[in-house]
DNA sequence: TAGATTGTTAATCGATTAACAATC
DNA sequence: TAGATTGTTAATCGATTAACAATC
């Protein structure tokens, strides 16, 4: 019932993975995670497609990326599914993350609760306002923007949040690539450059709700 | 050269955008606004599809979505692209934008500058805790959730922005398409159930780190 | 066994790219 | 005019869907 070792979880490994597919692996688990929550122990395509609103044959599609979970007649095991799926996004050991600006994005960023329950944990803070460095936010220490190199490495940092006004972003980053660096989250409204072996996610709030703008303007009319 | 009224922007309107696109037309009006601050008035799709990462093609094929904008031999007007993209999104007019939620996420997005400059404008805040409720909160007035119905009738509001626990966003957001709301930007991480007819678009910070996560994790393996 | 559901293949659909005549 | 760049068409590529044998 837990771990009879049946099914082999291995993939075709050259098989690239289209974005699209690994973003919805993320709101699948999320799903399965309130799945577990909500006390049921196993789910299928069916479900699972209707959670997220796409067909139960992409789940299946989307799921064969990256191995095969299922049980034929019966469906998936969500505590297994759970698994897998923070094996494969790569929380399944926390991350420690670095942020960057102790403004008003930086600190609500310092104090929610809905990183570490995924698997992320902020390990230290910097600013280059001489108010806030030395402080601490939430229990985490706030450093002055020298320190970055010494500080990720003295901590394995590999990731790190971008939080400060727009005209900073690029030479922060610039600094975040220098000290080793891997994957960048920025909230900053600008787009940065960046050397092809590091990785980063953007969010702008302002377009979110521009996009929103579209689709209310657009109403019905479908996307 | 500013008006000179000779090329038609009427694109084939039952033509259905895929969401990518609209998605990419915000990133343009962003790169473009960022063109015009460095004094650029002229730019091509060349330019466009290298500070996005694609195409040119691409971009000549999004722009072909909503209408003819450019000048054979030139490129586009900068300025002019603003305009009509603002003018598609339906930004051109600012938007009044209820806030539901005010701890620490809706806080920072209270005192989020960036907001404003792309036409949105929080209009007034709403809480269930009685330490907030009356207070004002960075000029915008703090109401009780009683209250919402009126207030989002009153003031005209059409989109909100839901900042509360995971657990209380659904209530929420009922409470909203009660009273009327037409597009739902939610930062809670669960999944909203809605009406057809109410348009949601939403943000989850642990999702973006997970896929900052992924793209770490299988490094140069493209995505 | 009968019923349910998977994983996978083939068919369909849609988005991206390349090419080029039209235009400034 | 010659050069540059658009808008659009056709070709390619990739993702989604439908169908079904295999499996529990």
């Not at 098989?15 to 688990?29: G, I």
């Amino acid at each position: 019932m837990s771990d009879s070792g049946r099914k082999p979880p291995e993939a075709n490994p050259t098989a690239t993975v289209p974005k699209v597919v690994v973003s919805r692996l993320s709101l699948y688990l999320r799903e399965l995670q309130q799945l577990v929550r909500d006390g049921q122990e196993t789910t299928n395509s069916t479900q699972l497609g209707e959670l997220l609103g796409v067909t139960a044959a992409q789940v299946r599609k989307d799921l064969a990326y990256f191995g095969q979970f299922g049980y034929p007649g019966i469906g998936y095991r969500c505590q297994e599914l759970i698994v897998e799926f923070k094996r494969i996004l790569g929380t399944t050991q926390p991350w420690g993350v670095a942020l960057i600006g102790i403004g008003n994005l930086g600190r609500a960023l310092l104090r929610y609760r809905g990183f570490a329950s995924q698997g992320f944990r902020i390990a230290a803070a910097f600013d280059v306002d001489v108010q806030v460095i030395g402080t601490t936010v939430e229990g985490i220490d706030v450093y002055a923007m020298d320190t970055l190199t010494d500080q990720v490495k003295k901590m394995e940092i590999k990731l790190a949040m971008i939080a400060v006004p727009a005209v900073a972003a690029q030479e922060v980053a610039d600094r975040l690539v220098a000290a080793g660096i891997e994957g960048l989250l920025n909230f900053a409204p600008v787009t940065i450059s960046l050397p092809d072996h590091v990785q980063t996610v953007g969010v702008d709030l302002a377009i979110e709700l521009e996009q929103l703008s579209f689709a209310v303007v657009t109403h019905g009319r479908k996307t």
